[in-house]
């Protein structure tokens, strides 16, 4: 089982070559060879091929979670799934802390119903702690005694290579975008320097992987690599380009005919592209273990060392380079976190397990409490997810409260009602609806890639834009697709993509901030360029940069950088452009999963005390905050108190934008908003018209599921709740210091934002 539907087709490839010269060795010594078969399934399978998997079930099966899922949620899928040996579990890293992972994991546990017990085998290079991986993979048996059931961890043993993995990487900054870096905002009118320093790597280099954040910025960069050249040296690879565009992509780099990839996370995992001299990563990724993947696909030998260069795009992108540059060489990764018993999860694996027999409902629960994500699922929980998928709320009278299971209450059985299957397979899985338009070729509706449905509103007819290193222009629009054809117009922008920032976890942030606190001591020292060379990987423009924004930073607020120990505070009396107004700008460097929901407490605690709405804006290094009126720094930062922050978080999140979000992502995975048919796109405003008409409608319930999900999502899963606690302990015992300055101007920092 892999996490994407790509690397199938590499492992089916690197099985059936070894299998073929078994087959010819064994033949030349007259010995009969086995029929192995490898066979794929995933949503791209051909409906003949998955008939021809039913009547002649392979003897290796490639497949990902939610495939997986399907095939368990059908008496076909089943029917092949009997005789289970081993479950490889590929890059378990890329989905142990999502919802996706609670998915996969269940999938497997409910294998044992049908194979009984089997080899479990977990594969990651970037995974900590090992003990952790180690538990949610192996789940736990069933022991029943006298009196209760109980439950047995399976022994789970963990190999870890004693080969040491080596890395060369360094943060280059080009002299030309230093000049420039100076006079602008971080981002503007660098990326030309930018681009001419990776072009001058990819041509000394027969294949170079180029690793940026966003989708957009994979199109703008693989446009400004090819703009003055007459063949193209790189091609865009990124999740709204289609399989076979990206497969095309793959295989022209693997035979040499492309020279470069400029990638999203799309090949972070190990698909494969061929032996790879360098990779190239622009801007700062977002952790250290994430980092790790992107640069191991260079020298993915035994023994061979992983050749890389970090390219950030402004100052404070310098800092966090330096500091995750130093976790890659210490390995210092983020540790894995599970998701604890999902609730929206659990509503979509309970209308499959009924699906295809009747169940027992103390057996449902004790079986549910095998896989690790469930066991410590509270029987509370487990009863409200089965009675709200039998109907208890839908007096409500609205058509997502209907009842989806039957319960019979004399018998003690759950059975899934007709119609519930369906429903899975057409909106089943936990990765979230986005609504996006399928792109498709005018001529012969071939498909091209998905654009965001945003972009699609503001687009017209005629308009050009370019994807994949291709002009489009825009011939058509329905409700479902918008279909195109090539153009030969040159200067065009990419489409944009809505989604979430990135928010950085405590771990790579808590590092950045004691960098400041060493480097806070060591500004004024002669050697610090050396060593920063030395320690931190940096080339002199670099090195050279960075000490020249962190002095001006100094010298505007006359005070100690911000850093571990030291909370800045800064008011400006203008507001963006020099307009009137007052910000509070408090460098943090906590990072986002700590920043937003302390903002969001500031907000509730603001309107609390003034009754009037607080505007802010966190991101991963800084909260600003725009002041309705003025008030001293202190007495704001004593609004919020450790003892407080849940309460007011709680009354902040409720009923907000971001909380109304995660209540649609979790009643998706649920089912309770489904498509109506399949392969026809669920508009994302339909969708929140239903999510609103639901939540509405279950408001008023303190104990519906998914709103009891939607809490525990945002409080657990997307904040960093304990951290927070911890850093506002530290405030209120004085461990971290408080410096107030104040300006017309905002400091170097603070232009960061």
């Not at 029917?79 to 890293?93: A, C, F, N, P």
């Not at 090949?267 to 273990?289: F, M, N, R, T």
């Not at 994949?468 to 040159?490: A, C, F, M, Y």
Request: aromatic share 8%; net charge neutral.
């Amino acid at each position: 089982v892999s996490p994407l539907k790509a690397l199938n087709n590499d492992i089916q490839r690197n099985l059936l070559t070894p299998l073929t010269e078994l087959e010819r060795i064994f033949q030349e010594r007259d010995i009969d060879f086995p029929a192995i078969r490898v066979l794929t399934r995933s949503g791209d399978t051909p409906q003949s091929e998955r008939r021809r998997m039913l009547r002649h079930p392979p003897e290796i099966l490639i497949t990902t979670p939610e495939s997986l899922n399907l095939m368990l949620s059908s008496i076909g899928g089943r029917s092949i799934l009997g005789r289970v040996d081993t479950v490889i579990l590929d890059e378990i890293h890329a989905v142990i802390n999502e919802k996706r992972g609670t998915y996969l994991m269940t999938a497997v546990d409910r294998l044992v119903g049908l194979s009984g017990d089997f080899q479990r085998i977990g594969l990651s290079a970037t995974i900590t702690p090992m003990d952790v991986a180690a538990e949610f993979i192996g789940g736990f048996r069933v022991e029943k005694g006298p009196v209760e059931i109980g439950y047995v961890p399976r022994k789970v043993k963990q190999v870890r290579s004693n080969i040491p993995k080596t890395y060369q990487i360094t943060i280059h900054f080009p002299e030309d975008a230093k000049a420039r870096g100076k006079r602008v905002k971080p981002g503007k009118e660098i990326w030309e320097p930018i681009v001419e320093g990776i072009k001058s790597r990819i041509f000394q280099n027969r294949s170079t992987l180029i690793f940026v954040n966003s989708r957009k910025l994979c199109e703008k960069i693989t446009f400004l690599i090819n703009q003055q050249s007459h063949q193209p040296i790189a091609y865009a690879h990124h999740g709204s380009l289609s399989r076979e565009l990206r497969y095309t992509v793959e295989e022209k780099l693997k035979k040499g005919d492309l020279k470069a990839i400029v990638a999203t996370n799309s090949l972070e995992l190990g698909i494969d592209i061929g032996a790879l001299d360098e990779v190239v990563l622009i801007q700062s990724p977002p952790s250290i273990a994430s980092a790790l993947q992107r640069l191991g696909r260079a020298g993915h030998q035994v023994n061979a060392s992983s050749r890389g260069v970090l390219y950030p795009s402004h100052a404070n992108d310098i800092l966090e380079a330096g500091v995750l540059v130093s976790g890659i060489l210490e390995q210092d990764i983020e540790s894995v976190r599970p998701v604890a018993c999902p609730l929206d999860v659990l509503a979509q694996i309970i209308i499959s397990m009924t699906g295809t027999e009747t169940w027992d409902i103390d057996r449902l629960y004790s079986t549910l409490k095998t896989s690790h994500p469930y066991h410590l699922l509270a029987r509370e929980h487990f009863d409200l997810v089965l009675n709200m998928l039998a109907g208890r709320y839908a007096d409500a009278r609205i058509r997502e409260l209907k009842a989806r299971i039957s319960i019979d209450r004399i018998d003690n059985t759950v059975a899934a009602r007709k119609g519930a299957l369906l429903n899975l397979y057409m909106s089943g899985g936990v990765i979230p609806n986005r609504g996006y338009f399928s792109l498709r070729h005018a001529e012969n509706h071939a498909r091209i890639g998905e654009l965001d449905e945003e972009f699609v509103w503001e687009a017209r007819i005629g308009q050009v834009f370019t994807l994949g290193n291709q002009n489009w222009k825009i011939e058509r629009i329905t409700h479902n697709d918008v279909l195109v054809r090539p153009t030969g117009s040159n200067k065009t922008a990419p489409p944009f993509w809505i989604a979430e920032s990135i928010n950085r976890g405590f771990h790579l942030s808590d590092k950045i901030a004691r960098f400041l606190t060493w480097i806070n001591g060591e500004l004024e020292k002669n050697d610090l360029k050396q060593v920063l060379s030395e320690r931190f990987h940096m080339d002199t423009f670099a090195a050279e940069m960075l000490i020249g924004y962190l002095e001006r930073q100094k010298e505007k607020s006359e005070c100690d950088l911000p850093h571990r120990f030291h909370l800045m505070i800064e008011k400006v009396s203008a507001g963006p452009g020099g307009a009137p107004g007052n910000q509070i700008i408090m460098h943090t460097y906590w990072g986002g999963q700590v920043n937003r929901p302390y903002a969001m407490a500031l907000e509730a605690a603001w309107e609390e005390t003034f009754g009037q709405p607080l505007e802010t804006y966190a991101d991963n290094n800084c909260i600003c905050i725009i002041l309705p009126h003025d008030i001293q720094p202190e007495n704001l930062l004593a609004m919020v108190t450790q003892q407080q922050v849940g309460a007011l978080i709680r009354k902040r999140l409720e009923g907000s934008g971001f909380f109304g979000a995660r209540f649609r992502e979790c009643a998706g995975r649920a089912l309770l908003i489904s498509q109506n048919k399949v392969n026809e796109r669920l508009p994302l405003w339909v969708n929140r018209l239903k999510s609103k008409k639901l939540y509405d409608a279950v408001a008023g319930f303190d104990d519906f599921p998914i709103l009891l999900e939607t809490w525990r999502t945002c409080l657990k899963d997307l904040f960093d709740i304990d951290n927070l606690n911890k850093v506002l302990a530290e405030l209120e015992s004085g461990e971290i210091q408080c410096s107030f300055i104040s300006g017309r101007h905002p400091s170097p920092m603070a232009l960061s934002l």
